[in-house]
């Protein structure tokens, strides 16, 4: 019920904004589990991006769920020109992905801990 509200809340705030209501949504790291996609059903979302570096489009009930291939700061141009051409760079880039997701089952908690120190000692 929680979640239920703060999405309700959100999506007000946005819908305001915007002049129009949210249809669309991405997941903050692409995490997503039953409860979300229920409330999301539950609330006429259309789709939904997740950090899943696939071009494959998956259907939940009526909701899609796409992937995405991360483009961040330091990406150059040449990586994504890599991203769009080559399959083996897609593959690989899915492969990193599935092995960062056992690394965050194993870690739980700890993952998120690690992540912020290790971007604190390096982003400055």
């Given amino acids: 019920k929680k979640l239920h509200g703060m999405w ?9 904004i915007l002049g129009k209501s949210i249809d669309t949504i991405s997941i903050p790291n692409g995490e997503y589990c039953k409860e979300i996609l229920n409330i999301a059903y539950k609330n006429g979302l259309q789709t939904i991006y997740t950090s899943n570096p696939t071009t494959l489009i998956k259907r939940i009930e009526n909701i899609k769920l796409v992937g995405r291939y991360a ?3 330091n990406t150059k141009a040449e ?27 194993l870690l739980g908690t700890y993952y998120s801990k690690i992540k912020m120190g290790i971007r604190k000692y390096f982003i400055k």
């Fill in 79 to 105: 990586d994504v020109i890599r991203i769009l051409s080559s399959s083996v760079h897609r593959f690989r880039m899915k492969f990193k992905y599935q092995i960062l997701q056992v690394v965050k089952q």
């Fill in 71 to 73: 483009i961040i700061y």
């Fill in 8 to 16: 309700n809340r959100a999506e007000k705030i946005l819908s305001d």
